[in-house]
């Protein structure tokens, strides 16, 4: 069941130095290319990047949260066209969370890296810099970066008793399930 999935996952920042095979690579592509968007009108782009230099070079994208990519064997930016749909972030969003969980169904750990609204330095912004990294051509802007690869940490699914329940109302805001619904 998909919720047994769900409770396993969780975000994966150290990895085995060993490669993801190039069968998992294009299931992960697979998977993002069937991610639902607004209308239908995908507006991302997916660079995939496995080069260590590259790599190296991403995991600088921010002063936080970025530098576990040194150590992944595979990095999705997952970029997209704002021209093409308003709600782009949406539907990039919802593409890189699908490469994290077909990640994990893979047997591959992995960790979302934000990079929209976030500064590489005072002088520009992460998405700036990741642009120039991947060369993204004028118009293209990465959302997220999805560090991929063989966990070299394990982690335990979060349990039942820690999830807020009570952020959660029926019918009305703040109206908790009647006993027995
Ligand atoms: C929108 C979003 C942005 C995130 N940005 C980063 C990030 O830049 N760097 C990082 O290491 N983790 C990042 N994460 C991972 C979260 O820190 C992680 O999901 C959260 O701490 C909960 O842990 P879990 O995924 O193991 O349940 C991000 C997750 C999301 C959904």
Same mark, same amino acid.
């Given at each position: ?46 660079? *995939?990047? $496995?080069?260590?230099?590259?790599? +190296?070079?991403?995991? %600088? @994208?921010?002063?936080?949260? #970025?530098?576990? !990519? ?42 979302? *890296?934000? $990079?929209?609204?976030?500064?590489? +330095?005072?002088?520009? %912004? @992460?998405?700036?810099?990741? #642009?120039?990294? !991947? ?47």
């Amino acid at each position: 069941m998909f919720i047994e999935l769900l409770r396993e996952r969780r975000s994966i920042r150290k990895f085995e130095d060993r490669p993801v095979e190039r069968e998992k690579l294009d299931l992960l592509i697979e998977a993002a290319l069937r991610a639902p968007s607004s209308m239908g009108r995908a507006p991302w782009r997916f660079v *995939v990047v $496995t080069e260590r230099e590259t790599i +190296d070079k991403l995991a %600088t @994208a921010k002063p936080h949260g #970025a530098a576990f !990519l040194k150590g992944a064997p595979l990095v999705i930016a997952v970029c997209a066209d704002p021209r093409e749909a308003d709600v782009w972030v949406e539907d990039a969003s919802i593409a890189a969370l699908i490469l994290h969980l077909e990640a994990h169904d893979l047997g591959l750990g992995s960790c979302w *890296v934000q $990079t929209r609204l976030r500064d590489h +330095d005072e002088q520009q %912004t @992460a998405a700036e810099y990741v #642009a120039g990294v !991947l060369e993204l051509p004028a118009g293209l802007t990465v959302e997220a970066m999805v560090g991929i690869g063989y966990a070299a940490e394990s982690k335990p699914g979060h349990p039942e008793s820690s999830l807020p329940y009570g952020k959660v109302s029926y019918q009305r805001h703040g109206t908790q399930r009647d006993v027995g619904a």
